[in-house]
Every structure is written in structure tokens, then in C-alpha cells.
């Protein structure tokens, strides 16, 4: 089976500027999350879809990031305005229905966002 | 509240000697605990993980961590370190019933040959 795609892999913005970033699953997972990694600090939650719905986003820094789940498929993450410390490595990993709990996330390679 | 506690974020080992990777927790209710490993380039792959189940649990690429409740620890080991080994490894937990995971700072494993 296909694993969690991410892309771009990597992009470089401006700051002030908007990025979007998308998640692909893995087909039949309902669990979808979005992670971050700033550089040399630990990874730290974003949200969790359950589907369509967003279960927990709680770790959402502030209201210039938004993220959808459209038709409980794919996920995309926006920031605009990025800003300087948003720059940082955002990784998304999916698990079914059973939750991460018993068998633990599927991660996509991350895409590395880095604004200038 | 739950916390995990990485000590030492860069170690070194020669080829075929020993992998210890310590990592201490901290939850309010029994956990679930994981290792994670990063290759350069690649997404976080799931290792092995606690459930409740054994407190010795054995993971892929001959790794294996043992639960420890009264040390409140989950430490990583593999007897002898191989070249591939060298990776970025990350331990984490979370609580029973819920999904948000947190995540240690993560140890860089390097291999001298």
C-alpha cells in the first residue's frame, strides 16, 4: 500500500507570504495529524482529524495557521502570513480507525518550510 | 500532563558494540511509550512500541526497550550497532484513549567503523 505523502518536500518563502502544504494519507485512515519539527526543538502536535472533523487542535500556534481535511481524504495546512519562526520541518502521519494507541503512526517524509 | 526526557542528543558507538538510548517519562496515567527512528531523508518509522503487554518489547532491525515503571523509563538497546544504525530516534508517549503523542528531542546515533 501506498504510505502518507506529503509535498512540496521542501519550500522556500518570503515572509509575509502564503504556503500551503498537503497531506495524502494512507487510503481507509481516519486518523490524520500534523506535526512540527523547529530545529533543534522537539516535535510538537498540531491538530487531528478524525475524518473530515478536527478532533484536537489545541497545538495550533495562532489564527494564521488553518488546516482542512476535505471529504475525510487528503489535508492541506495554510499559513498566511508565514512568518520567520514558522520555518521548521511539518510532518502529517495517519493511523485507522483503532487510533495511533495500539499501533502507532504512519509518517510521511515532512515537508521542510523555511522562510526567509 | 506527560513529558519524555531524552538524554543525550548526540551518541556514539563503535560498530558491533552495544546501543543504549535512554529515554524517562512522565505521565499522570499509564502510558503507551514508542521509539521512532528518521533516516536522513525519510519520514519518522515506527520502531516498537508499550502497550501493556510485555515490558520487553522487541522492534524491527533487532532493537528492543524495556518498560520500567518504578524508573519511569523506556530505554532503547540493540547488542551490536550496525553502520545502518545511524539514525535520529525519537521516544514518545502518550496517554491511553487519547491520540496526540509528545515526542523527546530525539538522539542522533552515529556508527564509527
Known amino acids: 500500500e501506498a504510505g502518507v505523502t506529503q509535498f512540496p518536500s521542501h519550500s522556500v518563502i518570503e515572509k509575509g507570504q502564503t504556503v500551503t502544504l498537503r497531506c495524502d494519507p494512507i487510503?481507509?485512515?481516519?486518523?490524520l495529524y500534523w506535526y512540527r519539527r523547529v530545529m533543534g526543538k522537539e516535535i510538537k502536535f498540531l491538530l487531528h482529524f478524525v475524518k473530515e472533523s478536527k478532533q484536537d487542535e489545541s497545538g495550533m500556534p495562532n489564527n494564521r495557521f488553518l488546516a482542512e481535511r476535505t471529504g475525510g481524504t487528503y489535508s492541506t495546512l495554510k499559513v498566511q502570513p508565514a512568518e520567520l519562526e514558522d520555518s521548521g520541518v511539518y510532518f502529517c502521519?495517519?493511523?485507522?480507525?483503532?487510533?495511533?494507541?495500539?499501533?502507532?503512526?504512519?509518517f510521511g517524509s515532512g515537508t521542510r518550510l523555511t522562510v526567509v | 500532563a506527560q513529558s519524555v526526557t531524552q538524554l543525550g542528543s548526540h551518541v556514539s558507538v563503535s560498530e558491533g558494540a552495544l546501543v543504549l538510548l535512554r529515554c524517562n517519562y512522565s505521565?499522570?496515567?499509564?502510558?503507551?511509550l514508542f521509539w521512532y527512528v528518521q533516516y536522513p531523508n525519510q519520514g519518522l518509522q515506527l520502531l516498537l512500541k508499550y502497550t501493556s503487554a510485555a515490558t520487553l518489547v522487541k522492534g524491527i532491525n533487532g532493537f528492543e526497550a524495556e518498560f520500567k515503571k518504578s524508573e519511569t523509563s523506556f530505554h532503547l538497546t540493540k547488542p551490536s550497532a550496525h553502520m545502518s544504525d545511524a539514525a535520529e530516534y525519537f521516544c514518545a508517549v502518550s496517554e491511553r484513549g487519547y491520540q496526540k503523542v509528545t515526542f523527546g528531542i530525539g538522539t542522533k546515533l552515529q556508527v564509527i567503523p
Open positions: 505521565s499522570s496515567v499509564p502510558p503507551y
Open positions: 487510503s481507509g485512515h481516519d486518523n
Open positions: 502521519a495517519s493511523s485507522g480507525s483503532a487510533g495511533q494507541g495500539s499501533y502507532g503512526y504512519t
